[in-house]
């Protein structure tokens, strides 16, 4: 028997800048602009399967290593596209700044990462083949339905340096700012429940903001997620806080040992995005009992396949799954709900960055209705490439090199510089 399925004739990859505005983390602040990388599979039917990545130098440079290979295969051939470039992993940096906050860097993240996008354009590709969406080639949608998080960051209304268009949001730098940002979040996509983005400011004021969040929307699930910045003793306080009041507080801690110790001693469920991020992790994570929640990711766990992988070894150790995000357009998005969909044991919302963002290289932006998305049924992804805005956003790319890098720190070093300056010129009292 002979197939006749497409086969990949090119690898376009366009390396973008899209806005961010300037939310706070552990690290610092987002840049006014961060990399993406949009992937596109041309095949020798004119089918065209679409992925998006990180888009820092060195996914980028992966990236044009491993399209090569990618040339000749059929779209179908998703184990082999999984596989492309695995060799021993190697540490490349320790700090969890240098990977977006999402636990060490590795070269095995770095291929998971690439890989992951050629793995969902082949998806892409072969279900607007075949002309059935991905979560048909994923086995099926076990919900028609998709529920996320709003993703609440500490902010400023603006970012100080440069020319930089304001974002619609405001500033949200206390309990009350955080409590109108949710309000607003509501607004926009009729989110049920809300996740603070923590290890900002003193513990304390950022208890005071969940619970405020608990009086301002009663029974809606909470979640606080310092990115492992508090001691144990800072730690073990805040769970004492707030058991009861968060579904889960997400890495309090920086080390597995401290994280199961905060579980043993407080009880409060423990989620994850930065100690389980391989399958190396998951066994000496999970016999400690360090988590009760791992936050998948498509993009650092090499694809949908492997994160179906992952769902089900937690199945197996009966440890809850969810999603996490960091900043992403509408393709990932897709993705993200194409794999959710098809995932049973999902019984939290998923993390998203993505109204946050207000460009999109889509050409219907996703819009969130009582806090979730429908799951689309269109061929493949179900959507389609804005060449225009491709091109623009690619343009700014290659006319902003400095922006290049997603690097939080220099950027909080950038603003504040700049504070300092505006402040003793013009005798500012207020932050930005
Ligand atoms: O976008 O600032 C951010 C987040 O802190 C992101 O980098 C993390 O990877 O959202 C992520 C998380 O849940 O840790
Ligand atoms: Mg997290």
């Not at 058991?243 to 989620?271: F, K, N, W």
């Not at 391989?278 to 998948?296: C, G, M, R």
């Not at 400095?402 to 690097?407: I, L």
Request: charged share 20%; net charge negative.
């Amino acid at each position: 028997m002979t197939t006749d399925l497409p086969v990949i004739t090119d690898v376009r990859l366009t390396p973008i800048l899209i806005a961010d505005p300037p939310l706070l983390n552990l690290s610092g602040v987002h840049q006014p602009y961060t990399p993406r990388l949009i992937v596109e599979l041309v095949t020798d039917g004119g089918i065209v399967g679409l992925g998006e990545t990180y888009g820092d130098s060195a996914y980028l440079t992966r990236a044009h290593e491993l399209a090569r290979e990618l040339v000749g295969l059929p779209v179908s051939a998703i184990n082999t596209i999984g596989g492309l470039g695995r060799a021993e992993s190697t540490l490349i940096d320790a700090t969890p700044a240098a990977s977006g906050l999402r636990g060490a860097l590795t070269t095995d993240k770095i291929r998971l990462s690439v890989v992951s996008a050629f793995e969902v354009a082949a998806f892409d590709a072969l279900g607007k083949h075949l002309g059935v969406p991905v979560h048909t080639l994923l086995g099926g949608k076990v919900r028609d339905r998709v529920e996320y998080s709003g993703y609440l960051f500490y902010k400023w209304a603006e970012h100080p340096d440069g020319d930089v268009p304001a974002d619609p949001w405001g500033a949200a730098l206390d309990p009350d700012g955080i409590v109108a940002l949710a309000r607003k979040f509501l607004v926009h996509g009729g989110f049920r429940s809300f996740k603070l983005k923590g290890g900002v400011f003193a513990p304390d004021e950022e208890i005071a903001a969940i619970k405020a969040l608990a009086q301002a929307f009663p029974g809606a699930p909470l979640r606080l997620d310092p990115n492992g910045g508090w001691s144990l003793p800072t730690a073990l306080r805040v769970a004492e806080e707030l058991t009861g009041i968060v579904e889960y507080l997400e890495d309090p801690t920086a080390t597995v040992e401290d994280m199961a110790e905060v579980h043993r001693r407080s009880g409060i469920p423990l989620a994850t995005n930065m100690i389980v991020t391989s399958l190396a992790e998951v066994k000496p994570t999970f016999d400690l009992n360090a988590v009760q929640i791992v936050l998948s990711d498509h993009h650092f766990w090499g694809g949908l396949q492997a994160t179906r992988d992952l769902a089900a070894t937690c199945r197996a150790y009966g440890k809850g799954l969810s999603m996490h995000s960091n900043t992403h357009l509408g393709i990932s998005l897709a993705a993200m709900t194409h794999v959710a969909a098809t995932v049973p044991n999902l019984a939290y919302a998923c993390d998203t960055h993505y109204p946050w963002q207000s460009e999109d290289i889509i050409t219907d932006r996703f819009t969130f209705t009582a806090g979730a998305l429908d799951v689309p049924d269109l061929p493949g992804l179900g959507v389609n490439l804005n060449h225009d805005t491709l091109a623009r956003l690619h343009e700014r790319w290659t006319t902003m090199p400095a922006m290049r890098e997603r690097d939080d720190t220099a950027a909080l070093r950038r603003a504040e510089a700049r504070i300092h300056a505006s402040r003793s010129e013009h005798n500012w009292t207020t932050a930005p």
